[in-house]
């Protein structure tokens, strides 16, 4: 008798259902024994054995079977809830599924209710003979044992290239494209054409633009958003979405703080509870791996870090016109604490304290300065600090490096001796904790004193970490700080700082700007002191 397939349709019932399955890893181990075509085969033959008819073949190709939200899969069951499923026809009851409660609930009781025969070839499991389907249930287990253990060892070898500072996430950043044979040499070039992007979005955020202002300028140039350009220079993209230039303030916001422009990879972000879930979690930042000098960077570290502490600042409020002022989101009022708002008066533009204009009236006056005279004050007291580094005596920048950078350097030889005694007895650590675990197996020792000895070796292993934690937070902090000293030098003797003074130019010199209210001195004059938070080493006076 020749198997007879009929072209589906709305009507059909008493479909025989021919279902394969092939995961990445199945293909990967069994070559063609397991691939789609050899199921086919073997699902057909056994269907015309057997006499069965309008057949209708499914796959999912690619698929764990750990998770049961596959589309053929989907699509079956669907017939199957309606009724017009007569007969499911599997290889095994691993392409069903590797999940053995959830496998239990189809074929103990999806199945059983809507008359569904279910067969498993390989595994000799027919629901018309109960007797063969006794060990359903313990390759049911099996099969999920399987799968446990495989994301186990997958698990391993990703944490294993991880650490080794090899990008485990399969997606790049926008900005860069995969090299020449990307599996076996993990080079990640520049793209050009998106890289100009990326760094546009930076200088926009420093100019104080916000994320809103920055996709808006991005819509009105036309530019792709990155899955369009994925799509544009040939490669696969998941979500492309509907509109190729309506650039989302989670794409721009995740662009400024991904560590990954400065040439960084960076491991271990996120993770999984379970194998079977697909949910990935943040991970804690200390259990991120970072490696730097990866690839080519789009970003410097200046610009990363100063984006960072704009975008960690409160948010900057728009004038009704949108125009941004030179010291918007930096002016504070020295008083109450609250931040400035700019008025962009046509005739004057000023900025004057929110606290005092709040309903709740947080501050006794408004606090109020005129930009060019802001703008003056920052030219003077800069102009200021420019003579005195420039100085030959060098006294100046002795002190700075007196006050920021003290005797904890001479501490740091030291740390960085303990940091690596404790890293090589870590390893030592790993090597022991191993030699116990095979001693245990072949039975040299005994399940209780593997037990004890490995708690004392992984408490002692728990708490070097600890220690190596606080060890590369200090050598870091104190190697900032000395660094901060020489930046700060560095920008101080750049005379086209305050040449055509721009919002972006302000945030390369100043973090923070407090403004206290005008006094009248015993003459009759004004006055209004301004205090001046310089990057890398805030406040001078």
Known sequence: MTIEYTEMNEGMRDITVLYARLSKDDGRKTGDSDSILNQRLLLENFAKSEGLRNCVFFSDDGISGTTFNRPAFQAAIQLVEAGRVKHFIVKDLSRFGRDYLKVGAFTEVVFPEKNVRFVAINDNVDSLQEEDNSLAPFRNLFNEWYARDTSKKIKAVKHAKGNAGEPISGTLPYGYLKGENYRQTKIWLVDEEAAKI??????????????????GGLERDKILIPARHKEA?????????????????????SILKNQAYLGYVVNFKTYKKSYKSKKCLPNPREKWKIFPGHHEAIIDKETFDLVQK?????????????????????????????????????????????????????????????????????????????????????DFVAELHRKFASDDLKKVAEMERKFHEN????????????????????????????????????????????QNIAFREKITKIKADCQNV??????????????????????????????????????????????FFYRFVGALE
């Open 423 to 466: 890293e090589t007895r870590i390893l030592e650590l790993d090597s022991i904790i191993s030699r116990l675990y095979e001693d245990n197996v072949s039975g040299k020792i005994s399940d209780e004193r593997f037990a004890k000895m490995s708690e004392d070796f992984e408490k002692e292993q728990r708490n070097l970490e600890i």
């Open 486 to 531: 020489d930046n700060f030098v560095k920008l101080a003797k750049s005379t086209a700082l305050l040449e055509n003074l721009t919002p972006e130019k302000v945030r390369e010199l100043l973090e923070r700007i407090e403004i206290s209210e005008k006094t009248l001195s015993e003459d009759g004059e004004k006055t209004q002191k301004v205090r």
């Open 310 to 394: 704009m975008r960690n600042s409160r948010r900057t409020r728009q004038t009704h016109n949108k125009r941004i002022g030179l010291f918007s989101g930096m002016t504070f009022c020295a008083d109450c604490g609250h931040k400035h708002h700019y008025d962009n008066h046509e005739n004057y533009k000023n900025y004057f304290c929110s606290g005092r204009a709040s309903r709740l009236r947080y501050c006794e006056s408004y606090h109020r300065i005129r930009e060019e005279d802001l703008a003056e004050a920052v030219a003077n007291d800069f102009a200021k600090i420019q003579a005195k580094v420039n100085e030959e005596s060098g």
């Open 233 to 253: 220079i040939g490669e696969h993209s998941a979500k492309v979405g509907k509109l190729p230039y309506r650039w989302s303030f989670d794409v721009i916001g």
């Open 198 to 215: 990326v760094q546009r979005i930076f200088h926009e955020c420093i100019e104080g633009k916000s994320l809103s202002m920055i996709a």
